[in-house]
C-alpha cells in the first residue's frame, strides 16, 4: 500500500500532471468563491478540457477542483456572509462575525488551515477504509440505501438550537419541498394545483441561495443606519488581513477533540451518497456547538465556529471519493461527474476499481493529498486581493450580490423560473429567520427528501415485505443507529440547555 501511494506521489509530481492539478485546484478556488457558481459548475466547465488528456491527467484536475472549490466558499462565507459553496454554509455564521469585528484575516487562516487539517486526515481515511468499504458496498440494495439515508435524516434532531419543534417544522418544510413537483418513479405531477411554474419542482441551488444570501443581505440592510453601523464599518476599513500564521495554527491544533471530531462527522457525512458537504458543513457546526463549554459564543465569531465547520468541509471530500471508488455511485453532484468523466475514459467504478486499477487510484489519492499544500499556497497568494470585498459599502455591495446571485440562478438552466425560485424562496427564508426558525434543518431535509423516496419506492417494488427494512441485518444496523442518533441528539438538547439554564441562574444571582 504504502509503496503504492508513494508511487503515485511520484507520479504526480511529473510536470505533466502536477500542472493540470495545480490549474484545477486554481480553478475550483475561484469557482468556489464565487456565490451561485458552484463546485458542480465549475467542475461541468473544466470537464471537456480534460477529455483530450491520459484519465489520471483529467482525474488529477477534477480532483484539485474538487479540493479548491471545498475551500474556496469560506472566502465569501467569511468575508461577504454568504457562502460561495453550499458545503460553506456553517462558515459564515462565525467567519462573517469575525470579519465584521475587523480580524478578516484570522476568520479567512483559520479556515484554511482547517480545512488543510480536516483535508489530509480524510485522505488518510480515503487510502485505508476504501478497500474495506468496497466489499461491504457489493451487499447494499435498495433497502439498505433507504436505511442509510433515514440514518442521516435522523441526523437534523442535532442541527436544532432553541426549539427542536421549529428544527422540526423546518425539517418538515424542507422535506414537503422535495414532493412539489413530478414523482420521480412515475412521472406524475402532485402537489402542482395546476401551476406550470411549479410542474418540475424547485431546484437545490436558487432555494439554497434565496434562503440564505437574500435572507442576510436582507437583514444587512435592516441595520443600516442603525447605532454601532458606522463603527463596524470603519472597523471593516481599517481591518487587515495580515495574521501571525503560527498564532493561527496553536488555535486549531490546541483544539485536537474538535478538530478530529469535525472530521469524522465530514467524513462519515462523505461516506453516505447524494448528501453532500452541505450537510456535514452544519452538522459538524451544530455538534461543535453542543460540546462547547460556550455555546453562547456560536454565532458572534468564536474561531471553535470556522474550526468544525471547515475541517469537516474538506474532510467530506475524502469520503466523496470513498463513495465513488468503492460503491461505484456518486457521494454527490461534483463525484456524480467525476464518475461521468471516469466512464467516458473507459474506466469501471466500483467495488473492484482498486484491485483492476490500482495506479490510477493511488494517483487520485496523491492527487488529493497534493492539492491540500496548493490550495493554501494559492489562498496565500490570493489573500492580497481579498481585503477590498469587506471595504466596500453594504449599500454598494448589497445590489451587486444580489444580481451576481440571481446570474447564478439563471445560468443554472437558463430561464427565468429559476431566478424567480430564487426570489420566492428568499422571503421565504427571510421570514422563517424573522420568527426565529433554523435554516439548517430546512436544508437537509431539502437534500434527502428525494433518496428516501427513491430508494422506498425502489425497495417496495422490488419486495413488497415490508420487513426487509428490519430482517437484512446491514438495514437493521442503519436503522438502529438512526434510534440512536436521535437519542443522542436529545440527550445533547436536554444538556444545552441545562447550562444555559445554569449560566442563567448564576448571571442572575
Given amino acids: 500500500m504504502f509503496e503504492l501511494l508513494g508511487d503515485g506521489l511520484v507520479t504526480m509530481l511529473q510536470w505533466k500532471y502536477l500542472v493540470p492539478l495545480c490549474l484545477g485546484t486554481l480553478i475550483g478556488i475561484v469557482g468556489g468563491s464565487l456565490p451561485g457558481v458552484t463546485i458542480t459548475m465549475t467542475i461541468i466547465v473544466v470537464v471537456p478540457f480534460t477529455f483530450g488528456l491520459d484519465p489520471l491527467q483529467g482525474l488529477a484536475a477534477m480532483t484539485g477542483v474538487y479540493v479548491g472549490g471545498s475551500a474556496g466558499g469560506l472566502v ?12 460553506a454554509i456553517a462558515t459564515t455564521f462565525d467567519g462573517f462575525p469575525m470579519a465584521r469585528r475587523g480580524e478578516p484575516g484570522r476568520a479567512l487562516w483559520l479556515g484554511v488551515w482547517a480545512s488543510f487539517f480536516g483535508g489530509l486526515i480524510g485522505g488518510a481515511f480515503l487510502i485505508f477504509v476504501t478497500g474495506p468499504l468496497a466489499a461491504i458496498a457489493l451487499e447494499f440494495g435498495p433497502w439498505e440505501f433507504f436505511s442509510l439515508f433515514v440514518l442521516a435524516m435522523a441526523m437534523v434532531a442535532g442541527l436544532t ?4 419543534v421549529k428544527g422540526l417544522i423546518s425539517t418538515g418544510i424542507g422535506l414537503l419541498i422535495t414532493v412539489i413537483g413530478t414523482d420521480p418513479i412515475t412521472s406524475v405531477p402532485r402537489f402542482t394545483f395546476g401551476s406550470e411554474f411549479v410542474r418540475a419542482g424547485f431546484p437545490f441551488l436558487p432555494v439554497l441561495i434565496g434562503v440564505f444570501a437574500f435572507a442576510q443581505i436582507m437583514t444587512d440592510v435592516e441595520k443600516l443606519g442603525r447605532p454601532g453601523t458606522r463603527a463596524a464599518a470603519a472597523a471593516r476599513a481599517s481591518a487587515s488581513l495580515r495574521v501571525s500564521q503560527l498564532k493561527v495554527l496553536g488555535e486549531i491544533l490546541s483544539r485536537p477533540f474538535l478538530l478530529v471530531w469535525s472530521t469524522v462527522v465530514g467524513i462519515a457525512i462523505g461516506v453516505l451518497p447524494a448528501i453532500g458537504g452541505s450537510a456535514a458543513n452544519m452538522l459538524a457546526y451544530d455538534q461543535a456547538k453542543k460540546f462547547s463549554r460556550h455555546p453562547e459564543a456560536f454565532g458572534t465569531g468564536t474561531p471553535e465556529g470556522i474550526i468544525a465547520s471547515e475541517s469537516s468541509n474538506n474532510a467530506n471530500v475524502g469520503g466523496s471519493l470513498v463513495t465513488i471508488m468503492a460503491f461505484g455511485i456518486p457521494g454527490d453532484a461534483v463525484t456524480a461527474v467525476m464518475l461521468g468523466a471516469m466512464t467516458i475514459h473507459g474506466i469501471q467504478s466500483g467495488p473492484l476499481f482498486v484491485s483492476q ?5 493511488y494517483g487520485i489519492y496523491a492527487a488529493y493529498i497534493l492539492a491540500h499544500p496548493i490550495m493554501v499556497l494559492i489562498l496565500g497568494v490570493g489573500t492580497l486581493f481579498l481585503l477590498r470585498v469587506t471595504r466596500v459599502r453594504l449599500a454598494v455591495l448589497a445590489p451587486v450580490v444580489l444580481v451576481l ?8 438552466n437558463n430561464t427565468m423560473q429559476t431566478v424567480y425560485v430564487l426570489l420566492t424562496f428568499g422571503i421565504i427564508g427571510y421570514v422563517l429567520v424573522k420568527l426565529g426558525f433554523p435554516l439548517a434543518p430546512l436544508i437537509l431535509g431539502l437534500i434527502l427528501g428525494d433518496q428516501i423516496e427513491l430508494n422506498l419506492v425502489r425497495a417496495i417494488m422490488t419486495d413488497a415485505d415490508p420487513l426487509l427494512f428490519l430482517t437484512r441485518p446491514i438495514s437493521a444496523g442503519l436503522l438502529a443507529a438512526a434510534v440512536l442518533s436521535v437519542a443522542l441528539a436529545m440527550w445533547q438538547h436536554l444538556r444545552h440547555q441545562r447550562r444555559v439554564a445554569t449560566a442563567d441562574g448564576e448571571t442572575d444571582f
Avoid: D, V
Avoid at 486499477?357 to 487510484?361: D, F, M, Q, R
Fill in 161 to 164: 438550537e432553541g426549539s427542536m
Fill in 357 to 361: 486499477n490500482p495506479e490510477l487510484a
Fill in 76 to 87: 465569501t462565507a467569511s468575508l461577504l456572509g454568504i457562502p460561495g459553496t453550499p458545503s
Fill in 405 to 412: 446571485c440571481a446570474i447564478g440562478a439563471y445560468a443554472l
